[in-house]
């Protein structure tokens, strides 16, 4: 069979041997293009043009659907209908999702708690004197596992590095593989292969007010060149709004993903990813993990920030590519 050389609809190039065709349906006829992937992808890309914003039935928030016919932008808000449906009594008119913000972040409310506690700091706390070092894991797994929310490093960290006061080390931030890459989902965006996630960070009791934006900004400026795009995730049930964030200049997106997820501590009180909990214990049920005595719980997807490096034109490219989901700086409540 003949085949025909022009440039397939997904952009590639045909080569000199004859390519298997993949066809993707569409209004004006099928679209041909090079591999299955390719095809996935130009499915992907045509269904997220196509589909507008729906407003949840519950919550009455805008969300993202993952199919046409979706009402509820999570399960969370589908079982709050149903009991509303059931007995209207016994619900109210409130967000059905989650529990309220916490009135203060996890890292402040463990800084208050060790300010008598924490050693005594440095004779000069000097901000501008203060350097950003690459640390080995183990110096960063010491100061995480004791004041993050989390309580664990992440599955793959890729740098850590800390900021030091002389020889006293104030603060770390750990950066770590972006897990959605492996699966596609910052393709389109053209994100591919050069983001990477600020998965971890925490600073001393002692440190300078000014320690953690100073840390991000610095370290981010001695990962390797090949990564334009950082992203950092804030957890509403840990108390986050992103304030560091906000201060550092990283655009904020809120939830990209409709639903919820699952936050699970293994018996000693570490944070476990659903991925690694399936691994662990052969499941991510809430229900079974429970009934294993292992405490789990359904709590609100993250909202994420983003932060661009490389050249003026280049970070102008990278943030064009997700303009059309920012919004506002989250604030927290004037009476927390």
């Known amino acids: 069979m003949r085949t025909s050389r022009t440039a397939f609809h997904c952009g590639c190039e045909p080569s000199s041997a004859p390519p298997r065709l993949h066809r993707v349906r569409s209004p004006t006829g099928p679209l041909t293009c090079c591999s299955d992937a390719c095809a996935r992808r130009l499915r992907r890309d045509r269904r997220q043009r196509t589909r507008p914003l729906a407003r949840c039935s519950a919550c009455r928030e805008a969300f993202e659907p993952s199919r046409a016919d979706a009402v509820y932008c999570s399960s969370a808000c589908r079982q709050f209908a149903y009991r509303r449906r059931l007995s209207p009594a016994r619900t109210t008119a409130r967000r059905p999702c989650y529990r309220p913000l916490p009135a203060k972040a996890h890292q402040r409310v463990v800084r208050e708690r060790l300010a008598g506690e924490a050693p005594t700091p440095p004779a000069a706390l000097d901000i501008g004197k203060a350097e950003v070092r690459a640390i080995s894991y183990a110096a960063a797994r010491q100061v995480i596992e004791r004041f993050e929310y989390l309580a664990s490093m992440p599955a793959v960290a890729r740098f850590c590095f800390g900021l030091f006061f ?63 795009v950082v992203t950092a995730t804030v957890d509403r049930d840990a108390g986050e709004v992103g304030t560091i964030y906000q201060a550092a200049g990283f655009d904020y997106v809120g939830t990209m993903t409709a639903g919820g997820r699952v936050l699970v501590r293994d018996h000693v009180g570490r944070s476990v990813s659903g991925r690694q909990a399936r691994r662990r214990f052969g499941t ?49 409540a004037p009476s927390a």
């Open 284 to 332: 991510e049920s809430v229900h079974a993990l429970r009934s294993l005595g292992i405490e789990a719980m359904p709590v609100a997807r993250r909202g994420r920030y983003f932060a661009f490096l490389g050249s003026k034109v280049e970070q102008r490219t990278l943030r064009a590519a997700v303009a059309h989901l920012m919004k506002p700086y989250p604030k927290r």
């Open 166 to 228: 002389g020889e006293h080390l104030g603060g770390v931030v750990v950066y770590a593989h972006e897990p959605g890459e492996n699966l596609g989902s910052w393709d389109r965006y053209g994100y591919e292969g050069r983001i990477i996630t600020l998965a971890r960070g925490a600073c001393l009791p002692w440190a300078h007010p000014h320690s953690a934006s100073k840390l991000i900004r610095r370290s981010m400026r001695l990962l390797s060149e090949r990564f334009k």
